[in-house]
């Protein structure tokens, strides 16, 4: 297996860090996913049933039933999806990312990022801003009331500026933004001040009134997380080119419902390797403890996988005080993350390790032979319905994600070397 | 002196490090500063006649009446100027503040910072952009144009926004910056992006034409020195308000002509200790080299001494390449003006030094006792009219300044006991 998996690495790497996502277009889902039936709902994580998902999946539920008026209300909502009248399936299965529950259902407008070197797409949502919102399994009139403003105003507006604009390059944006203090998972202050200029910029260009350019700029201001959905469809457009690769033992994908985690390995592309959803250690809002958290949940460590977010710490000392460690504590999670992964980013390089470039593409064997799990930095929702986000810690991804990846990329080897 | 000095110290620190500057206003200058009229210039540094000036700096001045209408071409501007018909002062002298020649005339529309915290107010240009500008000495037409145009449609266009935001606290912005990346003297790309958002939302909410804010957003995120003329007017508005402290040894200024460069101490009030203007050591763009280089100049090193620029270099890798120095040498760099100063900035922090405050408050009696001269980043300006900006570096504050104001500062206090 050993040459095998070192060029296939080498080629799974190379597919990864030559990938260069651009945003350029805002399309319905309906448009874009061929799958995506008006009764079908996409979530973050390996796939689950309804019956099986955490409270913050299950309300989002409910609020895509409002949403895409398949229910007149909730009670009408909850009978729909006891019912079994709806599809579920995951996001990663179909180029989609999403943060939290991550939810993502027919009318909804959404990023559409190509990989210009491999001519791979993925589409994420418009990030919803940091109060009540479906991702984190609200149903409210003003949840609800915001995704229509996304999908009759905010969507539309934003499609007229990105003709304005060109496909917007996300790698500069993203290296930039680690040269201001951002990990693009959870600080993202300064790549959304990046983000926003370009798009105020071309928004007064366009025929789109003064007065919804101003709602648009006030919502994307008051978002300090506005950038993170993109930045995660760069990650996932490049990791999926990076997919498919026989004998390749790079991750490409991370991710959880609040039940189940899971990875996806090049070599064994689509399979998921699952695992029990992990606690999350770290600071909580007053009022909250861990025992209110949902475990692990949402597409966002996506970035992790792509060699941001706590792999990206040491560039970003601010986050430190959001997950509750200290500025030490973040170089070390970077400097550990090298011993798992494959290269350093050629263009995300972080100032404070004398712009050593961020380490990415990890490798289920060499984490399994370190014994060294990869860091995710993430948000925590509250377990019931109705609370949305409660604090912000670190986990590490089980061990179990790995040994069975790793076994069954064994067993492929080994069957296509009988063949 | 000991203790006089120190309590003296103590509270021009205080009220250095109390300081609440706020963006209020655009005024023409002739509004704002009783001295201005139409055949004055204030320009950087301590006082010079024409005859001394260094060359961009003359170019300057050609420009100055050219873009008053004073000399309707340039031989008409130069014969005017030799036969001494132009009254010259400092900017320091009268709450102006601008960068590198830092002429300000009387037509210009100025930024208003007012200190919140003790009602005094400091002005400066809005920022010319990368290019040729008046700041480095050119007279041509676009220099001319754009002086117009800020003067016509810029000006009042931010005059309404600042309406539509009011003041605008500038400490928070700083702050912000500092953990973005910036030192908020020859890196302010992320305090330009926070500036750029604040700015970008208000106009959309005036009645200013969308063809003139998209132009004013075009010149805003052209120019990632934006920022700095606001940074330094914020410095000068809080350092004012330290000056005239009798006993203290505390630096309030220190700005350079571009022939001589001079500092003064608040315990002297408004004395220049001037020196020649030392050479910049630093990187030149390709085709020029020390030899071209003009000496010191400009008020923007007002930044060090509140406490930002190369005090605040360990905050700011990024701008380690800028000046042709590695991260390890910002951050000693920044170590060892904390030897210097009185105290740690409060609010503005350097994360990877664990949030440490930067150094603030410059100590003439500290400078002279450890023999550590402050160190300032700048710009370097080609010494001849016409060429502009050709590279940027560091020095270090002629150490005759400190000599001259302790000499002073301690005269003036046998005075007082005698009386």
């Given amino acids: 297996m050993e040459m095998n998996n070192q060029k296939a690495n080498h ?34 994580g390996p796939p ?3 019956s099986r998902m955490c409270g913050p999946m299950k309300g989002a539920c409910i609020g895509a039933l409002l949403y895409e008026a398949i229910a007149k209300n909730v009670e009408e909502a ?26 993502i259902t027919y009318s909804m ?44 105003t905010f969507g539309p507006a934003l499609k007229k500026a990105l003709h304005v604009t060109g496909e917007i390059p996300l790698k500069p944006i993203i290296a930039e933004a680690l040269l201001r203090g951002d990990e693009c998972h959870n600080r993202n202050m300064a790549a959304t001040s990046i983000f926003f200029e370009k798009i105020a910029r071309a928004l007064v260009k366009t025929d789109v009134a003064k007065k919804d350019i101003s709602d648009i700029l006030e919502f994307i201001a008051s978002d300090t997380q506005f950038f993170v959905t993109i930045a995660m469809a760069a990650c996932k457009v490049s990791l999926d080119s990076a997919s498919g690769i026989p004998g390749s033992s790079m991750v490409t994908a991370y991710s959880r419902n609040g039940v189940e985690v899971g990875i996806k390995v090049s070599g064994t592309d689509n399979k998921w390797f699952v695992a029990p959803a992990p606690k999350i250690e770290g600071l909580f809002f ?7 958290a949902c475990p692990d949940l949402g597409d966002s460590a996506i970035t992790e996988v792509g060699g941001l977010g706590a792999f990206a710490m040491a560039a970003s000392p601010a986050i430190v005080n959001l997950v509750g460690k200290g500025v030490s504590e973040a170089i070390s999670i970077t400097e550990e993350m090298y011993e798992i992964t494959l290269d350093e980013h050629p263009v995300y390089r972080i100032p ?68």
Same sequence: chains 1, 2.
């Fill in 286 to 292: 007053p009022g909250y403890s861990e025992k209110d």
């Fill in 109 to 152: 407008p959404l990023l559409v990022v190509e990989n210009k070197s491999f001519g791979n797409l993925a589409f994420s949502q418009l990030h919803e801003g940091m109060g009540k919102t479906l991702r984190f399994g609200s149903y409210d009139e003003a949840t609800i009331e915001r995704l229509q403003w996304f999908e009759n």
């Fill in 78 to 103: 909850v009978k729909i999806l006891e019912r079994d009248e709806i599809n579920f399936d995951s996001n990663h299965d179909y180029q989609l990312v999403n943060g939290m529950t991550g939810l």
């Fill in 352 to 419: 404070f390790l004398d712009f050593r470039g961020t380490p990415t593409g990890i490798d289920i064997i060499k984490v399994i032979e370190s014994g060294i799990s990869p860091v995710c930095n993430t948000a925590i929702a509250h377990r019931e319905i109705g609370y949305g986000m409660i604090g912000a810690g670190l986990l590490r991804i089980p061990m179990e994600c790995f040994e069975k990846g790793l076994i069954s990329l064994s067993r492929e080897l080994d069957s296509n070397r009988k063949e």
């Fill in 48 to 50: 689950i049933a309804y």
């Fill in 11 to 44: 080629l799974a790497l190379k597919r990864l860090l030559n990938s260069e996502p651009v945003l350029k277009d805002i399309r319905h889902a309906y448009e874009v996913i061929p799958e995506m039936k008006k009764n079908t709902i996409f979530h973050a």
